[in-house]
């Protein structure tokens, strides 16, 4: 993919090049979906079953193992369809029981919350709040069968919904055809210092529903932006900002301000609807010669 280089012409502080794949990829990705299930995209287009025979035999089991959390895809609370929820520090000692969904054609190809490509061909699934990625058995309590799946994306954000299986995994529990079926699901350990086993966690006992919103307040009422960087020559600022501009859907503003005798300008992006959002772009334009994005009030 072609990259869009900012030159050399911005004088000494040297902004360097940001790829097309770093920021219309991933911040489109980050501002449309917020790490959220890639359900809500296109609204417009039909989910289905794959059309034609597929050989089952040929769809492989998941094996468990140690996997740090995904880059994308864990903000520590996260906003779809105006609520907030709550990612889980941790995927032990999670156990539920409810209503799984499938997610198939309209979304196979597709970028996941975690940063993967969605295959409906392979035993993955979406969840609201455990980390990514997450291996758990899951159990179709209305037919006893059982299956373990990778969750590598967020979803379903159905009320009444706590799991949205990849159309394979749907096959495998016989539920493919109803649409939805009770199960429980139980989250698997797997230590990174293990020789190779894992184990299921034990059934939580909290009694906590981590799927309720959470109520979520910008710090005190002041607006939320990501400062990507403040620099000594304006035009450096201005430069910078313009192709923000053009592959953000965020505003980009110029600020000045003095400091120690000498005239800075700080590149902003923001509002920031979301604090997962915003530490989305910082961890995007984390770049050496942009300087050390953060978050600011204001």
Not at 235 to 253: M, N
């Amino acid at each position: 993919m072609k990259g869009i280089f900012i030159h050399n012409q911005l004088g000494k502080e040297r902004v360097g090049k940001v790829r097309v794949d770093k920021t219309r990829g991933l911040l489109a990705f980050a501002f449309m979906t917020l790490l959220a299930s890639c359900s809500s995209l296109m609204p417009e287009e039909q989910d289905a079953a794959p059309k034609g025979q597929f050989e089952w035999a040929k769809v492989k089991p998941i094996k468990p193992k140690y996997e740090p959390r995904s880059r994308y895809g864990n903000p520590s609370s996260y906003e779809q369809d105006g609520k907030t929820y709550r990612v889980l520090a941790s995927a032990e000692n999670y156990k539920q029981r409810g209503i799984a969904s499938w997610y198939g054609t309209k979304f196979h190809g597709r970028r996941t919350s975690s940063g993967e490509s969605y295959d409906m061909f392979k035993l993955t699934a979406a969840h609201k709040t455990l980390p990514l990625p997450t291996y758990a058995k899951v159990t179709n309590l209305e037919n006893g069968k059982q299956i373990t799946v990778k969750i590598n994306d967020r979803g379903p954000f159905k009320k009444g919904r706590i799991i949205d299986l990849s159309y394979a995994a749907a096959h495998k529990l016989g539920m493919a055809k109803q649409g939805t079926a009770r199960v429980e699901v139980e989250t698997l350990t797997f230590s990174p210092n293990s020789s190779g086993r894992f184990s299921a966690s034990a059934a939580s006992s909290s009694g906590v529903d981590e799927s309720q919103p959470l109520d979520y307040e910008i710090s005190q009422g002041k607006s939320r932006y990501v400062q990507v960087g403040a620099y000594s020559v304006h035009k450096t600022a201005q430069k910078l900002a313009k192709v923000l501009d053009r592959e953000i859907r965020l505003p980009v503003k110029i600020t000045s301000i003095k400091r120690n005798g000498k005239r800075l300008y700080r590149v902003r992006i923001g509002p920031v609807p979301t604090e997962s959002l915003a530490h989305e772009l910082i961890s995007t334009l984390s770049i050496d010669e942009l300087g050390t994005p953060k978050v600011v009030y204001e």
